[in-house]
């Protein structure tokens, strides 16, 4: 199905859509002498520039990253800076208002224990943040030191109609130029509502650097008041932009934030994302090709190639089915999974059981079986996961005699779940494509070199037939422990999705704001419903600070290493050897021994 991307923001976008509700304030007539400059003159003192000061940070980091690159042969020895300023640049804007807080967009924020606040009249104080609100792209800060000559801003009773004056007002600090503070004119289109949150639209020129800034309307009374914060810049046209208009956090929403009253969407995540995180499941793949190996930072890291749907018998009238399980949520320590191999009639052909470790930190573990038989009958067969005698995952495909004219078709009416309700299954993976199907880079973990701080992932989804629906936008969504939503990306959208039709889809999750080590969960969603949870793990890389979660488990792994490498060897007990069968005796296929567990 052909996917169009709508939303292509030029500023760093990592919340996605956030907006407004309620009622209007009406259209009027710019009073004389209401220009440009004089709101410009009357509202850009209240305006500041937003920066997260983390230059030490970086530094540190650059030092630490030579110290890995240093290990490889030809390696640079230095690091060296081709900045075009080597003064900090400020990540975005804000603006006061009463109580002394400063308002800005949520994803001007990088390294909220680093923040500082520069005023137009060139006082820089340190900020704390209060409170953040990823899904509707509001950040509060609370200046440490008290902002002078800044008057605080006015927030607007109700929404704007369409056709009322507004001006865009921020710091265009961002890029290889900077004009500082700038202002922009235009009017409104109107409040439209999309995932969680709703958008004030209009047509004011917004620039890199004024993420977080206020937009200005005048009242009746000739006096500013905020309408919105500044978001994004929207494009228009499908894969092929050709009209852009700019977006803002409306004013309803702005106050929400400012009550600290969370959007109705992150309970009904929270609740999707606890159940399907504490059940044990199973995502079943029918291949030979899977590859899982430990990256430097002793995370695990998948990729699969291949997902059968038929299988054809040999000339030994043998057939192979390879499957690989991607098993979520399993218990810590050394697990059975179960794999059976089910002829159409639901009677068990094979059974495979392999041995899984989980460790601390692997929320997603890896097992394969690879079953040799000789079937009876052509047709769907069914492949089951099992953990603890549960059912956890399953699968299907069709085997059938090149040879036999005489069999069923297949008719590929199986690709809903065994409840009945269409499926999406989704895979943290840094790269995946249905068609021939392939996934690289699966990985259920962030290792960084301190927290808070904002990272990245990419993902792939491919939902079964059934669903059905216009304008359906796939988002991803990552919570961390408490249930709170800790950041957001829009994947791509669907103009439509027709129940007769498989569809995929890939896109990024955003880049959310991660506070400590921990457990965080992705959970995917179509517009406002929950399809599935991808769980992940933060960690400090070891060389980040003694004592960290990844230390600790390294210096585990080490210890095993080490039991492992002096444990003495047994000679093995050799077996009697078994009888030869007569010549003349019953033929059995040659069945190779079970693969180890991945």
Same mark, same amino acid.
Request: proline residues 7%; aromatic residues 6%; charged residues 25%.
């Given at each position: ?8 923001? #030029? ?8 907006? =407004? *509700? ?16 004089s709101v410009f003159d009357s509202v850009s003192p209240s305006v500041v ?21 240093g290990l490889e042969a030809h390696a640079p020895k230095k690091v060296v ?9 400020? $990540? ?7 109580? +002394? ?8 924020? $990088? ?17 704390? !943040?209060? $409170? ?14 008290? #902002?002078? +000559?800044?008057?605080? !801003? ?26 500082? /503070? ?26 890199? *650097?004024?993420?977080? +800034? ?54 009904k995540l929270a609740e999707f994302a606890k159940s399907q995180s504490s ?19 002793? !995370? ?40 059976? !191999? ?148 829009? *994947? ?12 995929? =889809?890939?896109?990024? +999750? ?23 949870? /991808? ?9 980040? *600070? ?14 095993? $290493? ?15 050897? %078994? ?10 296929? %040659? ?8």
């Amino acid at each position: 199905m052909k996917r169009h991307h709508l939303l292509l923001p #030029l500023i760093a976008l990592t919340a996605g859509l956030a907006g =407004c *509700g309620g009622s209007t304030l009406p259209a009027s007539s710019p009073a004389p002498g209401q220009s440009t400059q004089s709101v410009f003159d009357s509202v850009s003192p209240s305006v500041v520039a937003i920066l997260n000061d983390d230059t030490a940070q970086r530094e540190e980091e650059a030092k630490q990253a030579m110290k890995d690159i240093g290990l490889e042969a030809h390696a640079p020895k230095k690091v060296v800076d081709v900045s075009l300023r080597k003064e900090p640049m400020p $990540h975005g804007t804000g603006f006061l208002i009463e109580g +002394g807080i400063v308002i800005t967009a949520a994803h001007v924020i $990088h390294s909220p224990e680093q923040l500082k606040i520069t005023t137009k009249n060139g006082q820089t104080v340190e900020a704390k !943040l209060v $409170h953040i609100d990823e899904v509707r792209d509001v950040a509060l800060l609370e200046p440490k030191t008290k #902002l002078e +000559g800044v008057p605080a !801003l006015r927030l607007a009773e109700t929404n704007p109609t369409p056709g009322r004056r507004v001006w865009a007002l921020g710091h265009t600090g961002a890029g290889l130029w900077a004009l500082a /503070w700038g202002v922009s004119e235009g009017i409104t289109s109107g409040i439209v509502e999309m995932l969680g949150a709703k958008l004030l639209l209009f047509d004011a020129p917004v620039y890199p *650097g004024f993420s977080g +800034g206020p937009v200005i309307t005048l009242d009746d009374a000739g006096k500013p008041a905020v309408v919105g914060v500044n978001h994004a810049i929207l494009f228009t046209g499908g894969m092929m932009p050709v009209a852009s208009i700019s977006s803002a956090s409306s004013v309803a929403d702005i106050k929400e934030v400012v009550a600290k009253r969370p959007a109705a969407i992150e309970p009904k995540l929270a609740e999707f994302a606890k159940s399907q995180s504490s059940a044990s499941r199973a995502e079943l793949f029918v291949t030979r090709n899977l590859s899982v190996h430990k990256d430097p930072q002793m !995370l695990t890291t998948a990729a699969i190639v291949g997902n059968e749907r038929t299988i054809e018998t040999g000339t030994d009238d043998v057939a192979r089915v390879p499957v690989v399980g991607m098993l979520f949520a399993l218990p810590k320590g050394k697990q059975d999974v179960t794999f059976e !191999l089910q002829d159409p009639d639901d009677v068990v052909v094979e059974t495979v059981t392999k041995h899984v470790k989980v460790g601390d930190f692997d929320r997603v573990s890896f097992a394969s079986a690879d079953f040799r038989f000789e079937p009876k009958v052509s047709g769907r067969y069914d492949i089951v996961a099992k953990v603890a005698g549960k059912v956890v995952g399953r699968t299907d495909v069709w085997i059938e005699d090149p040879d036999d004219d005489d069999q069923p078709i297949d008719d590929d009416d199986q690709d809903d779940a065994e409840d009945g309700e269409p499926r999406v299954d989704v895979v943290v993976a840094s790269y995946g494509r249905d068609e021939p199907f392939a996934l690289g880079g699966i990985r259920s973990g962030w290792v960084e070199w301190r927290y808070p701080r904002r990272v990245g992932f990419t993902w792939y989804a491919r939902g079964s037939r059934g669903w059905s629906g216009t304008n359906v936008a796939i988002s991803a969504f990552v919570l961390d422990e408490r249930g709170k939503i800790v950041g957001r990306g829009v *994947g791509c959208m669907n103009p439509e999705v027709r129940p007769e039709r498989t569809w995929q =889809c890939s896109g990024t +999750g955003g880049t959310p704001l991660l506070t400590k080590e921990g457990r965080y969960d992705v959970v995917f969603a179509m517009n406002d419903r929950p399809i599935a949870v /991808w769980p992940m793990e933060a960690m400090v890389r070891t060389s980040a *600070g003694a004592g960290s979660a990844l230390d600790r488990w390294m210096q585990e792994l080490k210890k095993q $290493h080490a039991v492992k490498k002096h444990k003495p060897t047994v000679a093995p007990t050799p077996k009697p050897k %078994a009888p030869e069968k007569p010549a003349d005796g019953p033929k059995t296929a %040659a069945k190779p021994a079970p693969k180890k567990a991945n």
